[in-house]
């Protein structure tokens, strides 16, 4: 046996014997990237931070480039300007949204015992009328009631506890946003250095030019794809919280900011996250008049196809080229595992795996001679197949 062959095995076996490894361990590799993600979190925040808004920064630093006296410091400036600009943005959303948000959670609170207690003689009006429903409604009551009180006693306290703890994070959380804030501007400044670091330590490792490329050329789409996705569906998720906000003034329907909110902040999650910000929406304009859960209802399906058929369409455009199958799919496989975030960026992340899995088939389909479009592999695939075969035997015996 060559030592090539030697070399070969025993790579494999190793990677065998990592595979079964990491597959025994399968929990314990969880929590300590867990841990690792955990302690960095500013880090990929900040990271986060620093893609989206490179684009802001690259603006200012082209325009002030133009300008002599500016053109030495463009770089610094521009980070200066974009920093501001972050902070003024922010601090302008909390001057006039939060204190609405607080004067209507707050008169939510107030009045929702008495909705709840409103809606309840309804019910009971309701159910005295029509004795047939009266059983059927009174055991679900009981069974929710059971429920209730079920989950009084056993999670109410670990309820209160995590909501406590909560609370306690909320400085630790301003920390972390501060410092994620700082690294935002770090990479910013010098965004190419830490790029070519990353470029260097990559052909470090990797010596093949073709799989080099390779890889640059997925990168480069991902990018497409995640600046792409990403950006333009917050823009359509704010505009679709400004149409909805602005909509519930004019017809003057209860809590118009924090439905309008909700509806904007889950319109980010593709397809379920109209549904996902409705739902909770209709039922809180429930409470109050069922007259304006109605119209809330019907405003929110066509503002969602107008969403999906105009606004999203011309923003989004077909930034990654998946089908609704595959769509449904990356959202619930990264919901899962990511919770919110993984609705967010699942679809371009599907999409950036879904285009390498196609490149790698369609370049072993091209090594052994067969189309690369989806079209081609129909019901007579086959024939045509053992058909071109046959050619190409006659072919060799003539």
Same mark, same amino acid.
């Given at each position: 046996? +060559?030592?090539?062959?030697?070399? @070969?095995?025993?790579?494999?076996?190793?990677?065998?014997?990592?595979?079964?490894?990491?597959?025994?361990?399968?929990?314990?590799?969880?929590?300590?990237?867990?841990?690792?993600?955990?302690?960095?979190?500013?880090?990929?925040?900040?990271?986060?931070?620093?893609?989206?808004?490179?684009?802001?920064?690259?603006?200012?630093?082209?325009?002030?480039?133009?300008?002599?006296?500016?053109?030495?410091?463009?770089?610094?400036?521009?980070?200066?300007?974009?920093?501001?600009?972050?902070?003024?943005?922010?601090?302008?959303?909390?001057?006039?949204?939060?204190?609405?948000?607080? @004067?209507?959670?707050?008169?939510?609170?107030?009045?929702?015992?008495?909705?709840?207690?409103?809606?309840?003689?309804?019910?009971?009006?309701?159910?005295?009328?029509?004795?047939?429903?009266?059983?059927?409604?009174?055991?679900?009551?009981?069974?929710?009631?059971?429920?209730?009180?079920?989950?009084?006693?056993?999670?109410?306290?670990?309820?209160?506890?995590?909501?406590?703890?909560?609370?306690?994070?909320?400085?630790?959380?301003?920390?972390?946003?501060?410092?994620?804030?700082?690294?935002?501007?770090?990479?910013?400044?010098?965004?190419?250095?830490?790029?070519?670091?990353?470029?260097?330590?990559?052909?470090?490792?990797?010596?093949?030019?073709?799989? +080099?490329?390779?890889?640059?050329?997925?990168?480069?789409?991902?990018?497409?794809?995640?600046?792409?996705?990403?950006?333009?569906?917050?823009?359509?998720?704010?505009?679709?919280?400004?149409?909805?906000?602005?909509?519930?003034?004019?017809?003057?329907?209860?809590?118009?900011?924090?439905?309008?909110?909700?509806?904007?902040? @889950? +319109?980010?999650?593709?397809?379920?996250?109209?549904?996902?910000?409705?739902?909770?929406?209709?039922?809180?304009?429930?409470?109050?008049?069922?007259?304006?859960?109605?119209?809330?209802?019907?405003?929110?399906?066509?503002?969602?196809?107008?969403?999906?058929?105009?606004?999203?369409?011309?923003?989004?455009?077909?930034? @990654?080229?998946?089908?609704?199958?595959?769509?449904?799919?990356?959202?619930?496989?990264?919901?899962?595992?990511?919770?919110?975030?993984?609705?967010?960026?699942?679809?371009?992340?599907?999409?950036?795996?879904?285009?390498?899995?196609?490149?790698?088939?369609?370049?072993?389909?091209?090594?052994?001679?067969?189309?690369?479009?989806?079209?081609?592999?129909?019901?007579?695939?086959?024939?045509?197949?053992?058909?071109?075969?046959?050619?190409?035997?006659?072919?060799?015996?003539?």
């Amino acid at each position: 046996m +060559n030592k090539s062959k030697f070399m @070969t095995y025993f790579m494999s076996l190793a990677a065998a014997i990592l595979l079964l490894f990491s597959l025994y361990h399968l929990g314990d590799i969880k929590d300590a990237f867990m841990a690792f993600f955990s302690a960095l979190q500013p880090l990929w925040v900040g990271i986060a931070f620093a893609y989206l808004l490179v684009p802001v920064a690259s603006f200012f630093e082209r325009h002030l480039k133009k300008i002599k006296k500016l053109s030495r410091f463009a770089r610094p400036v521009s980070v200066l300007i974009t920093s501001l600009a972050v902070v003024a943005v922010f601090a302008l959303l909390c001057a006039v949204l939060l204190p609405q948000l607080v @004067t209507s959670v707050s008169d939510l609170a107030g009045k929702l015992p008495g909705m709840l207690e409103e809606q309840l003689d309804r019910l009971q009006k309701f159910l005295a009328s029509n004795n047939q429903f009266a059983s059927t409604a009174t055991n679900l009551v009981e069974s929710a009631e059971n429920m209730l009180m079920t989950w009084i006693k056993t999670n109410l306290l670990a309820t209160i506890s995590n909501i406590a703890t909560s609370v306690m994070s909320v400085g630790s959380a301003i920390v972390n946003l501060l410092l994620a804030f700082i690294i935002t501007i770090y990479l910013l400044l010098d965004r190419e250095r830490y790029l070519n670091q990353c470029r260097k330590l990559f052909h470090t490792v990797s010596r093949n030019e073709r799989v +080099n490329d390779a890889v640059y050329d997925t990168l480069h789409q991902a990018n497409k794809m995640f600046g792409g996705f990403i950006s333009g569906k917050l823009l359509d998720s704010l505009i679709v919280g400004i149409i909805c906000f602005v909509f519930m003034l004019i017809l003057r329907l209860d809590y118009p900011l924090i439905i309008s909110m909700i509806v904007g902040v @889950t +319109n980010i999650i593709p397809m379920f996250g109209p549904f996902i910000g409705a739902i909770p929406c209709a039922f809180l304009l429930l409470l109050v008049d069922p007259k304006q859960c109605l119209i809330f209802i019907i405003f929110v399906v066509i503002l969602q196809q107008v969403d999906g058929n105009i606004i999203g369409p011309r923003i989004l455009g077909d930034s @990654t080229g998946l089908s609704s199958l595959y769509v449904t799919i990356a959202i619930l496989l990264f919901g899962s595992l990511f919770g919110f975030i993984g609705m967010i960026i699942g679809v371009p992340l599907f999409a950036t795996i879904y285009y390498v899995v196609k490149r790698v088939a369609e370049y072993l389909l091209r090594k052994r001679g067969l189309p690369t479009e989806t079209a081609a592999y129909g019901p007579d695939f086959r024939a045509s197949l053992k058909s071109g075969d046959d050619h190409s035997e006659n072919a060799e015996d003539k």
